[in-house]
């Protein structure tokens, strides 16, 4: 059973050039391209300089997530990360996932290295989807300072009680999908 | 202003997992190092390549004509639109909110708008080109996309039916 595909998101990336990243340079070179052809150099230098200054300003924040997510196994046991998220965690994985998920400050360049770090040290895909959707739905950061400046507060109240059960319900669809699946 | 709180707020974490790192095996430390050496190595340019991607198709995607025509409709045809207008609105972290707002003060209804940014939240293409899908490849991306299309219409429809 060695050939077996192991479970997605559940190895650490390894391999500096993949499919991914092939995919996505080939839409940035189309789209800029296209961007080029029908709003002129200006609007594409535009993005290319916006966008390069802006990783730059996120590197101290991508070096402090990576950080967390690299020690993270190291100060946490396997067993006690499997006990809290793993396969047999559980409906009670599932909710810690999604807490995790929303309380987890500093968005999407920690939490996806944060959840790729968890996957391996032990937690199953179930919580790692609860813990990305928690995120999503009902990050923080996110609903505190932007959406509340922006949209009414009944609104946002009854968008995130509506959405407190989804990333536990779409880590639950996971684990019933994978099910059987040695991890 | 708020990416530079959110580094400090991470450095503070961040540190302070190091000083715990302090008590552990010098092997460990190296170890931990190393990968983080790599994993940095491994995002840096796909951050790069993907925000490049995201920023290029924003400019590509006719986010006027979203917010001309987001609300214009009501009920399952509203919060269909919606729901697609949502997963293909670019741009940071509050685009959608401001878009949102503006389609409210244009009248559109809370059914809509709670498909619309929800959609938003639980999957948008720049997040998706920029981060997910380098960072998390292609089976978690289309695992967790295909799982959570359906939750910004049934909370649309959910609403719509109480309202």
């Known amino acids: 059973m060695a050939t077996e595909k192991p479970l997605p998101g559940s190895t650490t990336p390894k391999k500096l050039i993949d499919g991914s990243l092939i995919f996505i340079t080939l839409v940035a070179v189309v789209a800029g391209i296209a961007v080029y052809v029908t709003h002129g150099a200006g609007a594409f230098w535009d993005v290319v300089a916006r966008e390069t200054l802006f990783t730059g300003a996120l590197v101290p924040k991508i070096v402090a997530g990576v950080i967390m997510a690299s020690a993270l196994p190291f100060l946490v046991s396997k067993e006690r990360i499997q006990a809290l998220v793993g396969p047999e965690s559980g409906m009670r994985g599932l909710i810690i996932a999604t807490l995790a998920g929303a309380i987890v400050p500093g968005g999407p360049s920690v939490t996806y290295p944060l959840t790729v770090s968890l996957l391996a040290a032990g937690a199953d895909l179930g919580a790692g989807i609860a813990l990305v959707s928690g995120w999503v739905l009902l990050g923080l950061n996110r609903t505190l300072i932007w959406e509340f400046s922006f949209l009414p507060a009944d609104f946002v109240l009854l968008r995130v009680a509506l959405s407190l059960p989804v990333p536990i319900l779409l880590g639950w669809a996971t684990r019933k999908l994978y099910q059987g699946r040695d991890v | 202003m708020n990416i530079l709180i959110g580094t400090l707020v991470l450095w503070g974490l961040a540190l302070w997992m190091l000083r715990k790192m302090q008590g552990q095996d010098a092997a460990d430390r190296t170890a931990m190092w190393a990968r983080s050496k790599a994993t940095v190595i491994f995002m840096l340019p796909r951050i790069l390549v993907g925000l490049l991607g995201a920023g290029f198709l924003a400019v590509l995607l006719p986010v006027d004509q979203i917010e001309q025509n987001f609300g214009t409709e009501s009920g399952l045809m509203g919060i269909t639109l919606a729901t697609i207008f949502g997963l293909i609105t670019p741009g940071g972290p509050f685009v959608a909110y401001a878009i949102g707002a503006a389609a409210m003060k244009a009248?559109?209804?809370?059914?809509?708008?709670?498909?619309?940014?929800?959609?938003?939240?639980?999957?948008?293409?720049?997040?998706?080109?920029?981060?997910?899908?380098?960072?998390?490849?292609?089976?978690?991306?289309?695992?967790?996309?295909?799982?959570?299309?359906?939750?910004?219409?049934?909370?649309?429809?959910?609403?719509?039916?109480?309202?």
Not at chain 2, 112 to 122: D, H, N, R
Not at chain 2, 139 to 151: D, Y
């Open chain 2, 107 to 163: 009248g559109a209804t809370l059914a809509p708008l709670m498909a619309y940014v929800t959609a938003w939240s639980i999957v948008n293409l720049n997040r998706s080109i920029a981060y997910e899908l380098p960072l998390m490849g292609r089976h978690f991306l289309l695992l967790r996309t295909i799982l959570s299309v359906p939750v910004p219409m049934v909370l649309g429809l959910l609403v719509w039916a109480f309202q």
